[in-house]
Nanobody, 112 residues
Framework: VQLQASGGGLVQPGGSLRLSCAAS????????MAWYRQAPGKQRELVAS???????NYAGSVKGRFTISRDNAKRTVYLQMNSLKLEDTAVYYC???????WGQGTQVTVSS
């Protein structure tokens, strides 16, 4: 199984981006998925997760601004990021939780 993340980019404060992470195998449907991020000089942190039953969990810093979702038919997990702040700048990674599998990361830069 491989995870391919996409959708990062440069956005102004207050803007929006949607990240996608596509999985290559059908096992996706049976696994919890998560998004993490790592800013320069900081540890990787959990941003959001979604279970097979679509139960979601968010870090306090993104709650109300970010939305994680999944499309099992497309084997894809999404992270809709709204009201972006400078401190959201990081490399974002998708993760297949039970397997400890990581995507390659996608850069999100919030800057005016």
């Amino acid at each position: 199984v491989q995870l391919q993340a996409s959708g990062g980019g440069l956005v102004q404060p207050g803007g929006s981006l949607r990240l996608s992470c596509a999985a290559s195998g059908s096992i996706f449907n049976r696994k919890t998925m998560a998004w993490y991020r790592q800013a320069p000089g900081k540890q990787r942190e959990l941003v959001a997760s979604i279970s097979t039953g679509s139960t979601t969990n968010y870090a306090g810093s993104v709650k109300g601004r970010f939305t994680i979702s999944r499309d099992n038919a497309k084997r894809t997990v999404y992270l809709q990021m709204n009201s972006l702040k400078l401190e959201d700048t990081a490399v974002y990674y998708c993760n297949m939780v039970e397997l400890g599998l990581w995507g390659q990361g996608t850069q999100v830069t919030v800057s005016s």
